[in-house]
């Protein structure tokens, strides 16, 4: 079947669906093989390839990420001292502790290398690191309450900064990569 055939044998919206994917499916005309995930947009000489914002919040990144490996080992070290409630719930919590640390510590080290779609994963982790701030602030427990909030507002913040956006998006007619 052609490709202006297979066109008009689909329903009105998905030719505009169909004709994107051919489009964004292509590779770039001036892709080389190895793009290098350093590359950025052009900073001030002198100026290191990466902004400091970029190693700023991967940086804190890495550090909730350390903070939830924590939290499981904790966990684990509870669980052997007290029998819990349900043993399946246990053995889920554990698991879904350490699936959050890989994945944040995985989200950390591609944030420093300037992969795009870290941002948003980044943002979703600080805004759950918000929703649990706030109820312990309230609760009239501030260190803890602080702990959790002011490294979740500052990643927060750099992630939206332009140089954090343009490095991951590779505007500098370099590849974009993810």
């Known amino acids: ?37 350093a590359d ?19 940086a804190l990144l890495a550090l909730e990420s350390l903070a939830v490996l924590a939290v499981a080992v904790w966990y684990i070290v509870e669980l052997l001292r007290v029998t819990p409630v349900s043993m399946g719930g246990a053995i889920f ?34 805004l759950l690191m918000l929703a649990i701030a706030v109820p312990i602030l309230l609760a009239g427990r501030p260190l803890p309450g602080l702990t959790l909030l002011l490294p979740a507002f500052v990643v927060a913040v750099l992630l939206f900064t332009p140089k954090v956006v343009a490095f991951t998006l590779r505007s500098r007619g370099g590849t974009p990569v993810l």
């Open 1 to 37: 079947m052609s490709d202006v055939s297979h066109r008009h044998a689909l329903p009105w919206p998905w030719n505009d669906y169909v004709g994107y994917c051919a489009f964004v499916s292509r590779p770039p005309k001036s892709a080389s093989p190895h793009p290098d995930p």
């Open 40 to 58: 950025s947009v052009p900073l001030p000489p002198g100026s290191p390839r990466r902004p400091a914002a970029v190693l700023v919040a991967a």
């Open 93 to 126: 919590m554990i698991v879904l502790l350490f699936g959050a640390a890989i994945g944040l510590g995985a989200v950390a080290i591609n944030l420093y290398r300037g992969y795009r779609w870290t941002r948003a994963a980044a943002f979703v982790w600080q």
